[in-house]
């Protein structure tokens, strides 16, 4: 099987934004899982050289437009790497290959007789590159929202394209291919647009800057085509359109265009199908427009180049926020684009909610899984892998729901659900460890049983890896190699699939996937109610939560190990608390009511899956649940189960 998917080719007046990454990342990850399932996968990005607008930024800045764009180019190719892009290919359109391409396009539009040479006589956007009519301008500048700019009057003569003739058969085409247009609503924009009765498009200027017109079209001298359409047949240029007609063979159509909403109505939905079949040539599978990121509520796009945070600072920010690598910094980026809003509609770009996805979904549900079972590898297996044992029912399950969840996904480019179903997976891996509770096995001396949820658990993870590689490639190889998997062949078939990590092995060096965040409040709310008893709200102001909320919580039982005074905190003691699989360290703020000596050996119920916060030097990792009357800080009492239970048995 082929796959063909495609990115717009940007226009390089301006860097590469995090909305220029939310398109090509979107089209990486569709690459990603059609290579993972074997298929054979072009997928091309590129840069859009010609039009007026980079002539116009290349002087701005004192540049040859041929050094500006040469420059541009290589700093998109940058940030793509940067961002663990794997494209096949990379467009200019100021290569020769493209121009051979626009001109034989264009010879096949005049022999169909789709070209003719009118008086072009209009208000025109340099920055948009668009002709408008007089009664579109809005106080006589020009419409687009984003825009707003002075236009010009320009009259001479041009070629235009007979879009006109188009608009039944496009009406057509698209009521028989449901899944042609994506999102659904934005189908029913095209349609009410070409029912509004089309205008023969433009498709040439007179300049000196872009694919010069073949010289077989009447009036050509002096014309190069009109940058929208020299842009558009980059798709076919880069499937080997005109010269290897294999190749073109092979992977034409496109199984999907991926753009911003912008350049949907007018140009990809409407005027490249029509220019298409003019030319006698299939039209792409599936074209999809998502939305735009708003920041603080402003809209953003690529016209309004600044406004939008470049990608790098954004890296640097996650990277130095919560101490992760920068390779997990890509990831969580590009987790948190695709799983926060539903691709196709607008979304807030918040740095809030990135480093919350990190911390609930990546740090809590995905690293926590991978840090509770290779601990207990090592301290009870000498750190290899059990020999495998037979599938756990409720975990090959949750996987092969999770890899249908996603191939569905694929298909309808709705990456949120197919991330939800992946999550639901690991939830029931993280569920599956927590009612196995490993730490009692080990302590009954149930060696075999033992064996089972270790074994079970760490496939679990293997079986993580492979689903969320396409989103998260870094993450999936860290995983394997802590697994010791290290330059393991992986493929999708593999994610719904029991028992392929080899028993017997040796884990590798585990360092945290996800490092949790360290919240900059640590040591002004001090880390918990137990540590800072006055802060409590009444009940009268809480809210009320889900059920799915309280699940949330990892309350543990737990048993005091040691105890001691933190110098010059009066009411802060440092604990070491064994909550089953591990020790922990916590501050409590407990000390007028409890000695050191006294807490030894007491059963506790702890929160484990808070933050951690450093607090008077100390880090504390998790919170002791204690309850007191308000305005007596010598009331504080611990709780504890009413009867003992075994540590690190969960409480809900
Ligand atoms: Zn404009």
């Known amino acids: 099987m082929k796959f063909y998917v495609t990115t717009p080719i940007y226009y390089v007046n301006d860097e590469p934004t995090v909305g220029h990454a939310y398109t090509t990342i ?79 396009f264009f010879e096949a539009l005049h022999r169909n007789g789709d070209l003719y040479v009118g008086e072009y006589e209009g208000w025109y956007c340099v920055s948009d590159e668009t002709y408008f009519r007089e009664a579109d301008l809005i106080d006589g500048r020009c419409p687009n929202p984003e825009c707003g700019k002075a236009v010009e009057w320009v009259s001479e003569p041009a070629h235009f394209f007979r879009f006109s003739k188009y608009g039944e058969r496009l009406l057509k085409y698209i009521e028989e291919h449901p899944g042609f247009l994506l999102p659904e609503f934005r189908k029913n924009e095209v349609v009410s647009f070409i029912k509004g009765g089309l205008r023969d498009a433009c498709v040439s200027r007179k300049s000196a800057w872009g694919t010069p017109l073949p010289s077989t079209i009447p009036e050509s001298e002096g014309a190069v085509v009109y940058v929208w ?98 390779s997990r910094a890509v990831d969580a980026l590009r987790y948190y684009m695709l799983r926060e809003v539903p691709f196709g509609l607008d979304g807030e770009f918040s740095g809030e909610a990135l480093l919350g996805r990190y911390a609930d979904d990546l740090a809590n549900d995905l690293g926590n899984l991978l840090h509770r079972v290779l601990p207990m590898i090592a301290r009870y297996r000498q750190g290899r892998i059990p020999a495998p044992t037979p599938p756990e029912p409720e975990l090959l399950e949750a996987a092969v729901s999770a890899c249908k969840g996603w191939e569905e996904a694929a298909e309808t480019l709705d990456f949120r659900s197919g991330l939800e179903a992946i999550w639901r997976f690991l939830s029931a891996a993280n569920r599956y460890v927590d009612h196995k509770a490993p730490w009692s096995l080990a302590k009954a001396g149930d060696q075999e049983g033992l064996d089972r949820v270790l074994y079970s658990a760490a496939e679990a993870m293997r079986i993580a890896a492979v689903l969320v590689a396409s989103v998260m ?18 493929s999708w078939e593999q994610a719904s699939r029991w028992g392929l990590l080899p028993g017997g092995q040796e884990i590798g060096e585990r360092t945290p996937l996800f490092p949790r965040p360290e919240p900059s409040r640590a040591a002004s709310d001090g880390g918990g109610k137990a540590a800072r008893p006055d802060s409590t709200p009444s009940s009268k102001e809480k809210a009320m939560i889900s059920f799915k909320e309280f699940q949330k919580l990892d309350l543990r039982v737990g048993e005091v190990l040691g105890a001691e005074a933190i110098p010059g905190a009066d009411k802060l003691l440092k604990l070491t608390v064994d909550i089953g699989e591990e020790q922990r360290t916590m501050v409590a703020g407990i000390a007028l009511s409890y000695r050191p000596e006294d807490l030894v050996g007491k059963k506790v119920v702890v929160v484990a899956n808070l933050e951690p916060a450093t607090i008077r030097g100390v880090r504390s990792d998790g919170m002791i649940l204690a309850g007191w009357v308000k305005g007596d800080d010598k009331s504080i009492t611990l709780v504890a189960p009413e009867r003992p239970l075994p540590n690190g048995v969960s409480v809900s």
Not at 38 to 65: H, I, P, R, S, Y
Not at 73 to 79: D, K, L, N, P, T
Request: proline share 5%; net charge negative.
């Open 473 to 490: 490639p870094n993450t999936a190889d860290e995983i394997e190699k802590q697994l010791g998997l290290d330059g393991w062949q992986r």
């Open 229 to 326: 359409a020299d842009a558009l047949i980059n798709y076919l240029t880069c499937a080997g359109y005109p010269d290897d007609e294999e190749r073109f063979a092979k992977y034409w159509p496109a199984d999907v265009h991926i753009m911003a909403k912008d350049i949907f109505v007018r140009f990809h939905a409407t005027l490249w199908p029509a220019m298409l079949m003019s030319a006698g040539l299939p039209l792409p599978k599936r074209v999809m427009a998502h939305g735009y990121w708003t920041l603080g509520g402003e809209k953003i796009s690529k016209s309004r180049g600044g406004a939008m945070p470049r990608p790098g600072p954004v890296l640097n920010a996650i990277a130095s926020e919560t101490g992760c690598p920068r």
């Open 26 to 104: 979107a089209a990486d990850v569709l690459a990603r899982y059609h290579r993972l399932r074997g298929d054979d996968v072009l997928f091309t990005t590129g840069t859009d050289e010609n039009g007026q607008k980079n002539v116009e930024a290349a002087e701005a800045q004192g540049l040859e437009a041929q050094v500006f764009v040469d420059q541009m180019a290589a700093r998109f190719r940058q940030e793509w790497g940067d961002l663990s892009i794997a494209y096949d290919d990379f467009i200019r359109t100021t290569e020769k290959r493209h121009g051979r391409a626009v001109q034989s």
